[in-house]
């Protein structure tokens, strides 16, 4: 399922004109660490310690040279940009590997093999802390008859010759043109500390925000709060009517306060700077002035629940959609699932991955089959994800197929690889699942896939960065 990261569209259409992610699982419920959030967030004078920039130039200068040095066939100067302590993620289609310093550089040097390689960088974003800047790029790369495009991120550590590549990750990897975008009527939620928050507003301003930051607290990733009041959208967003969803029910609900939420999983070395700090321990203000600094921002509303329902996610309280329920499926259609999955080229390609790298067996042996009935169709979506790629093997891949008697046609591309889903809606009435839920990257908190020709594309998608080492 394509994804795109780069920039998050509209997140939730309502109907007024200014409106509008083991860590592969989805966000669940963390303890949190600081102060809880209220309404007097806003009317507090405590002023949060200001940050230290993030050195632009020198950060620039590292990407420049590492374009160079595989532009340049120059795997010395490819190999001096590296941190003594790394890890890589690499992914190709359905395939995913991470690797430490030594595998990845075995790994990379095949790429230097007197070949010409044409490495190109676009939309670079330079973000993170002063002490482990992050840097988001698109990345284009041809060698031969390969070619791929994908997003691509880093997390730098400083060493005593300037900044070094403490971790890389290619975020996802595709053939071809890049699927456009467009907007979406179905609004995501975050749950933060226990409370369920709507995304009104994705890459908001912190200029909005006020008080003092409250948290860090802890979920899937570690966020950190502050008050927006000065939203240009508040007035509009005060206690409005939204309907939430969950697992295929539905309850109302109102959003209440306004709040910029920033976070990301910091790299264990400035978690380790801010539990000695030169014989000095951080405040718990400082680590959550770290942590809202981490990326970009979103605008988010507290959400008051009538009802029962955890909410996965929710649209404007007068739209009519369809949602999906679960779906028994008889022994024979979720066996005959299993061996249309089985029989897949995808599957295939990550079979011999697997044996190459000295598995027996199925890569995947028993494969998750899920059934849904969405508007009296029904659907089963097939998934594996199996080991960790820590330096073996890693493989991940998701099928989603219309049954209609004994027949199952395949409606997803398995090529785009993994996607674990949470549910099945169909919001614009055009009779064709749409999935909400999130990608293996790490950083993807939860997703809306919509369908196009040949698969599903993520029209909105909420992210945080992930600056640490999954292994």
Not at 335 to 358: E, H, N, S
Not at 424 to 452: C, N, Q, W, Y
Request: aromatic fraction near 8%; include cysteine.
């Amino acid at each position: 399922m394509t994804v795109m990261r780069t920039t998050t569209t509209v997140v939730f259409a309502l109907a007024i004109a200014s409106c509008g992610g083991k860590k592969k699982d989805g966000a669940g419920a963390g303890t949190g660490t600081g102060a809880t959030p209220s309404g007097a967030d806003a009317a507090s004078a405590e002023a949060p310690p200001p940050p230290t920039p993030v050195d632009q130039a020198a950060v620039r200068k590292v990407i420049d040279a590492w374009l160079a040095a595989q532009n340049a066939d120059d795997f010395a100067a490819y190999d001096a940009l590296y941190a003594a302590k790394m890890e890589g993620v690499k992914r190709v289609g359905a395939r995913t590997k991470r690797f430490d310093r030594a595998g990845w550089m075995a790994d990379r040097k095949k790429m230097f093999d007197g070949k010409p390689m044409t490495v190109a960088a676009r939309d670079v974003t330079i973000g993170g802390s002063a002490t482990a800047p992050t840097v988001e790029l698109v990345q284009t790369f041809a060698q031969g008859r390969f070619s791929d495009e994908g997003p691509k991120r880093f997390v730098l550590a400083k060493a005593p010759t300037g900044f070094q590549i403490a971790r890389e990750e290619m975020v996802a990897s595709t053939v071809g043109a890049p699927v456009a975008m467009g907007a979406d009527a179905i609004g995501l939620v975050l749950e933060i500390d226990g409370r369920y928050h709507l995304v009104v507003k994705p890459e908001a301003d912190v200029a909005w925000a006020s008080g003092r930051i409250t948290g860090p607290f802890d979920g899937m990733h570690k966020y950190a709060l502050r008050t927006a009041a000065a939203a240009p959208m508040a007035a509009e967003w005060a206690s409005k009517a939204v309907t939430v969803y969950d697992a295929g029910k539905s309850c109302p609900a109102t959003v209440g306060t306004l709040r910029l939420v920033g976070g990301g999983t910091p790299h264990f070395g400035e978690v380790q700077l801010w539990d000695d700090d030169e014989g000095r321990t951080w405040t718990p203000a400082e680590r959550a002035r770290a942590i809202y600094d981490m990326g970009d921002h979103y605008l988010i509303g507290e959400l008051a629940v009538t009802g029962d329902c955890k909410p996965q996610y929710a649209t404007a309280a007068t739209a009519k959609i369809t949602v999906a329920t679960s779906a028994d499926l008889d022994d024979a259609t979720e066996a005959a699932a299993v061996k249309k999955f089985r029989a897949l080229t995808a599957y295939k390609d990550i079979q011999t991955f697997f044996t190459d790298d000295g598995g027996s067996g199925e890569w995947a042996p028993s494969p998750a089959v899920e059934g849904y009935d969405l508007g009296g169709k029904r659907y089963v979506v097939v998934g594996a994800s199996e080991g960790d790629g820590c330096g073996a093997f890693e493989g991940a891949l998701t099928a989603i197929y219309a049954i209609d008697g004994a027949n199952l046609t395949l409606l997803s591309n398995p090529a785009d690889g993994y996607v674990d889903v949470d549910a099945l809606v169909d919001s614009d009435g055009d009779g064709k699942p749409e999935l909400i839920g999130r990608t293996p990257d790490f950083s993807t908190v939860v997703a809306h896939f919509m369908p196009i020709a040949g698969g599903f594309a993520a029209t909105n998608v909420v992210t945080f960065p992930f600056n640490d080492c999954g292994c």
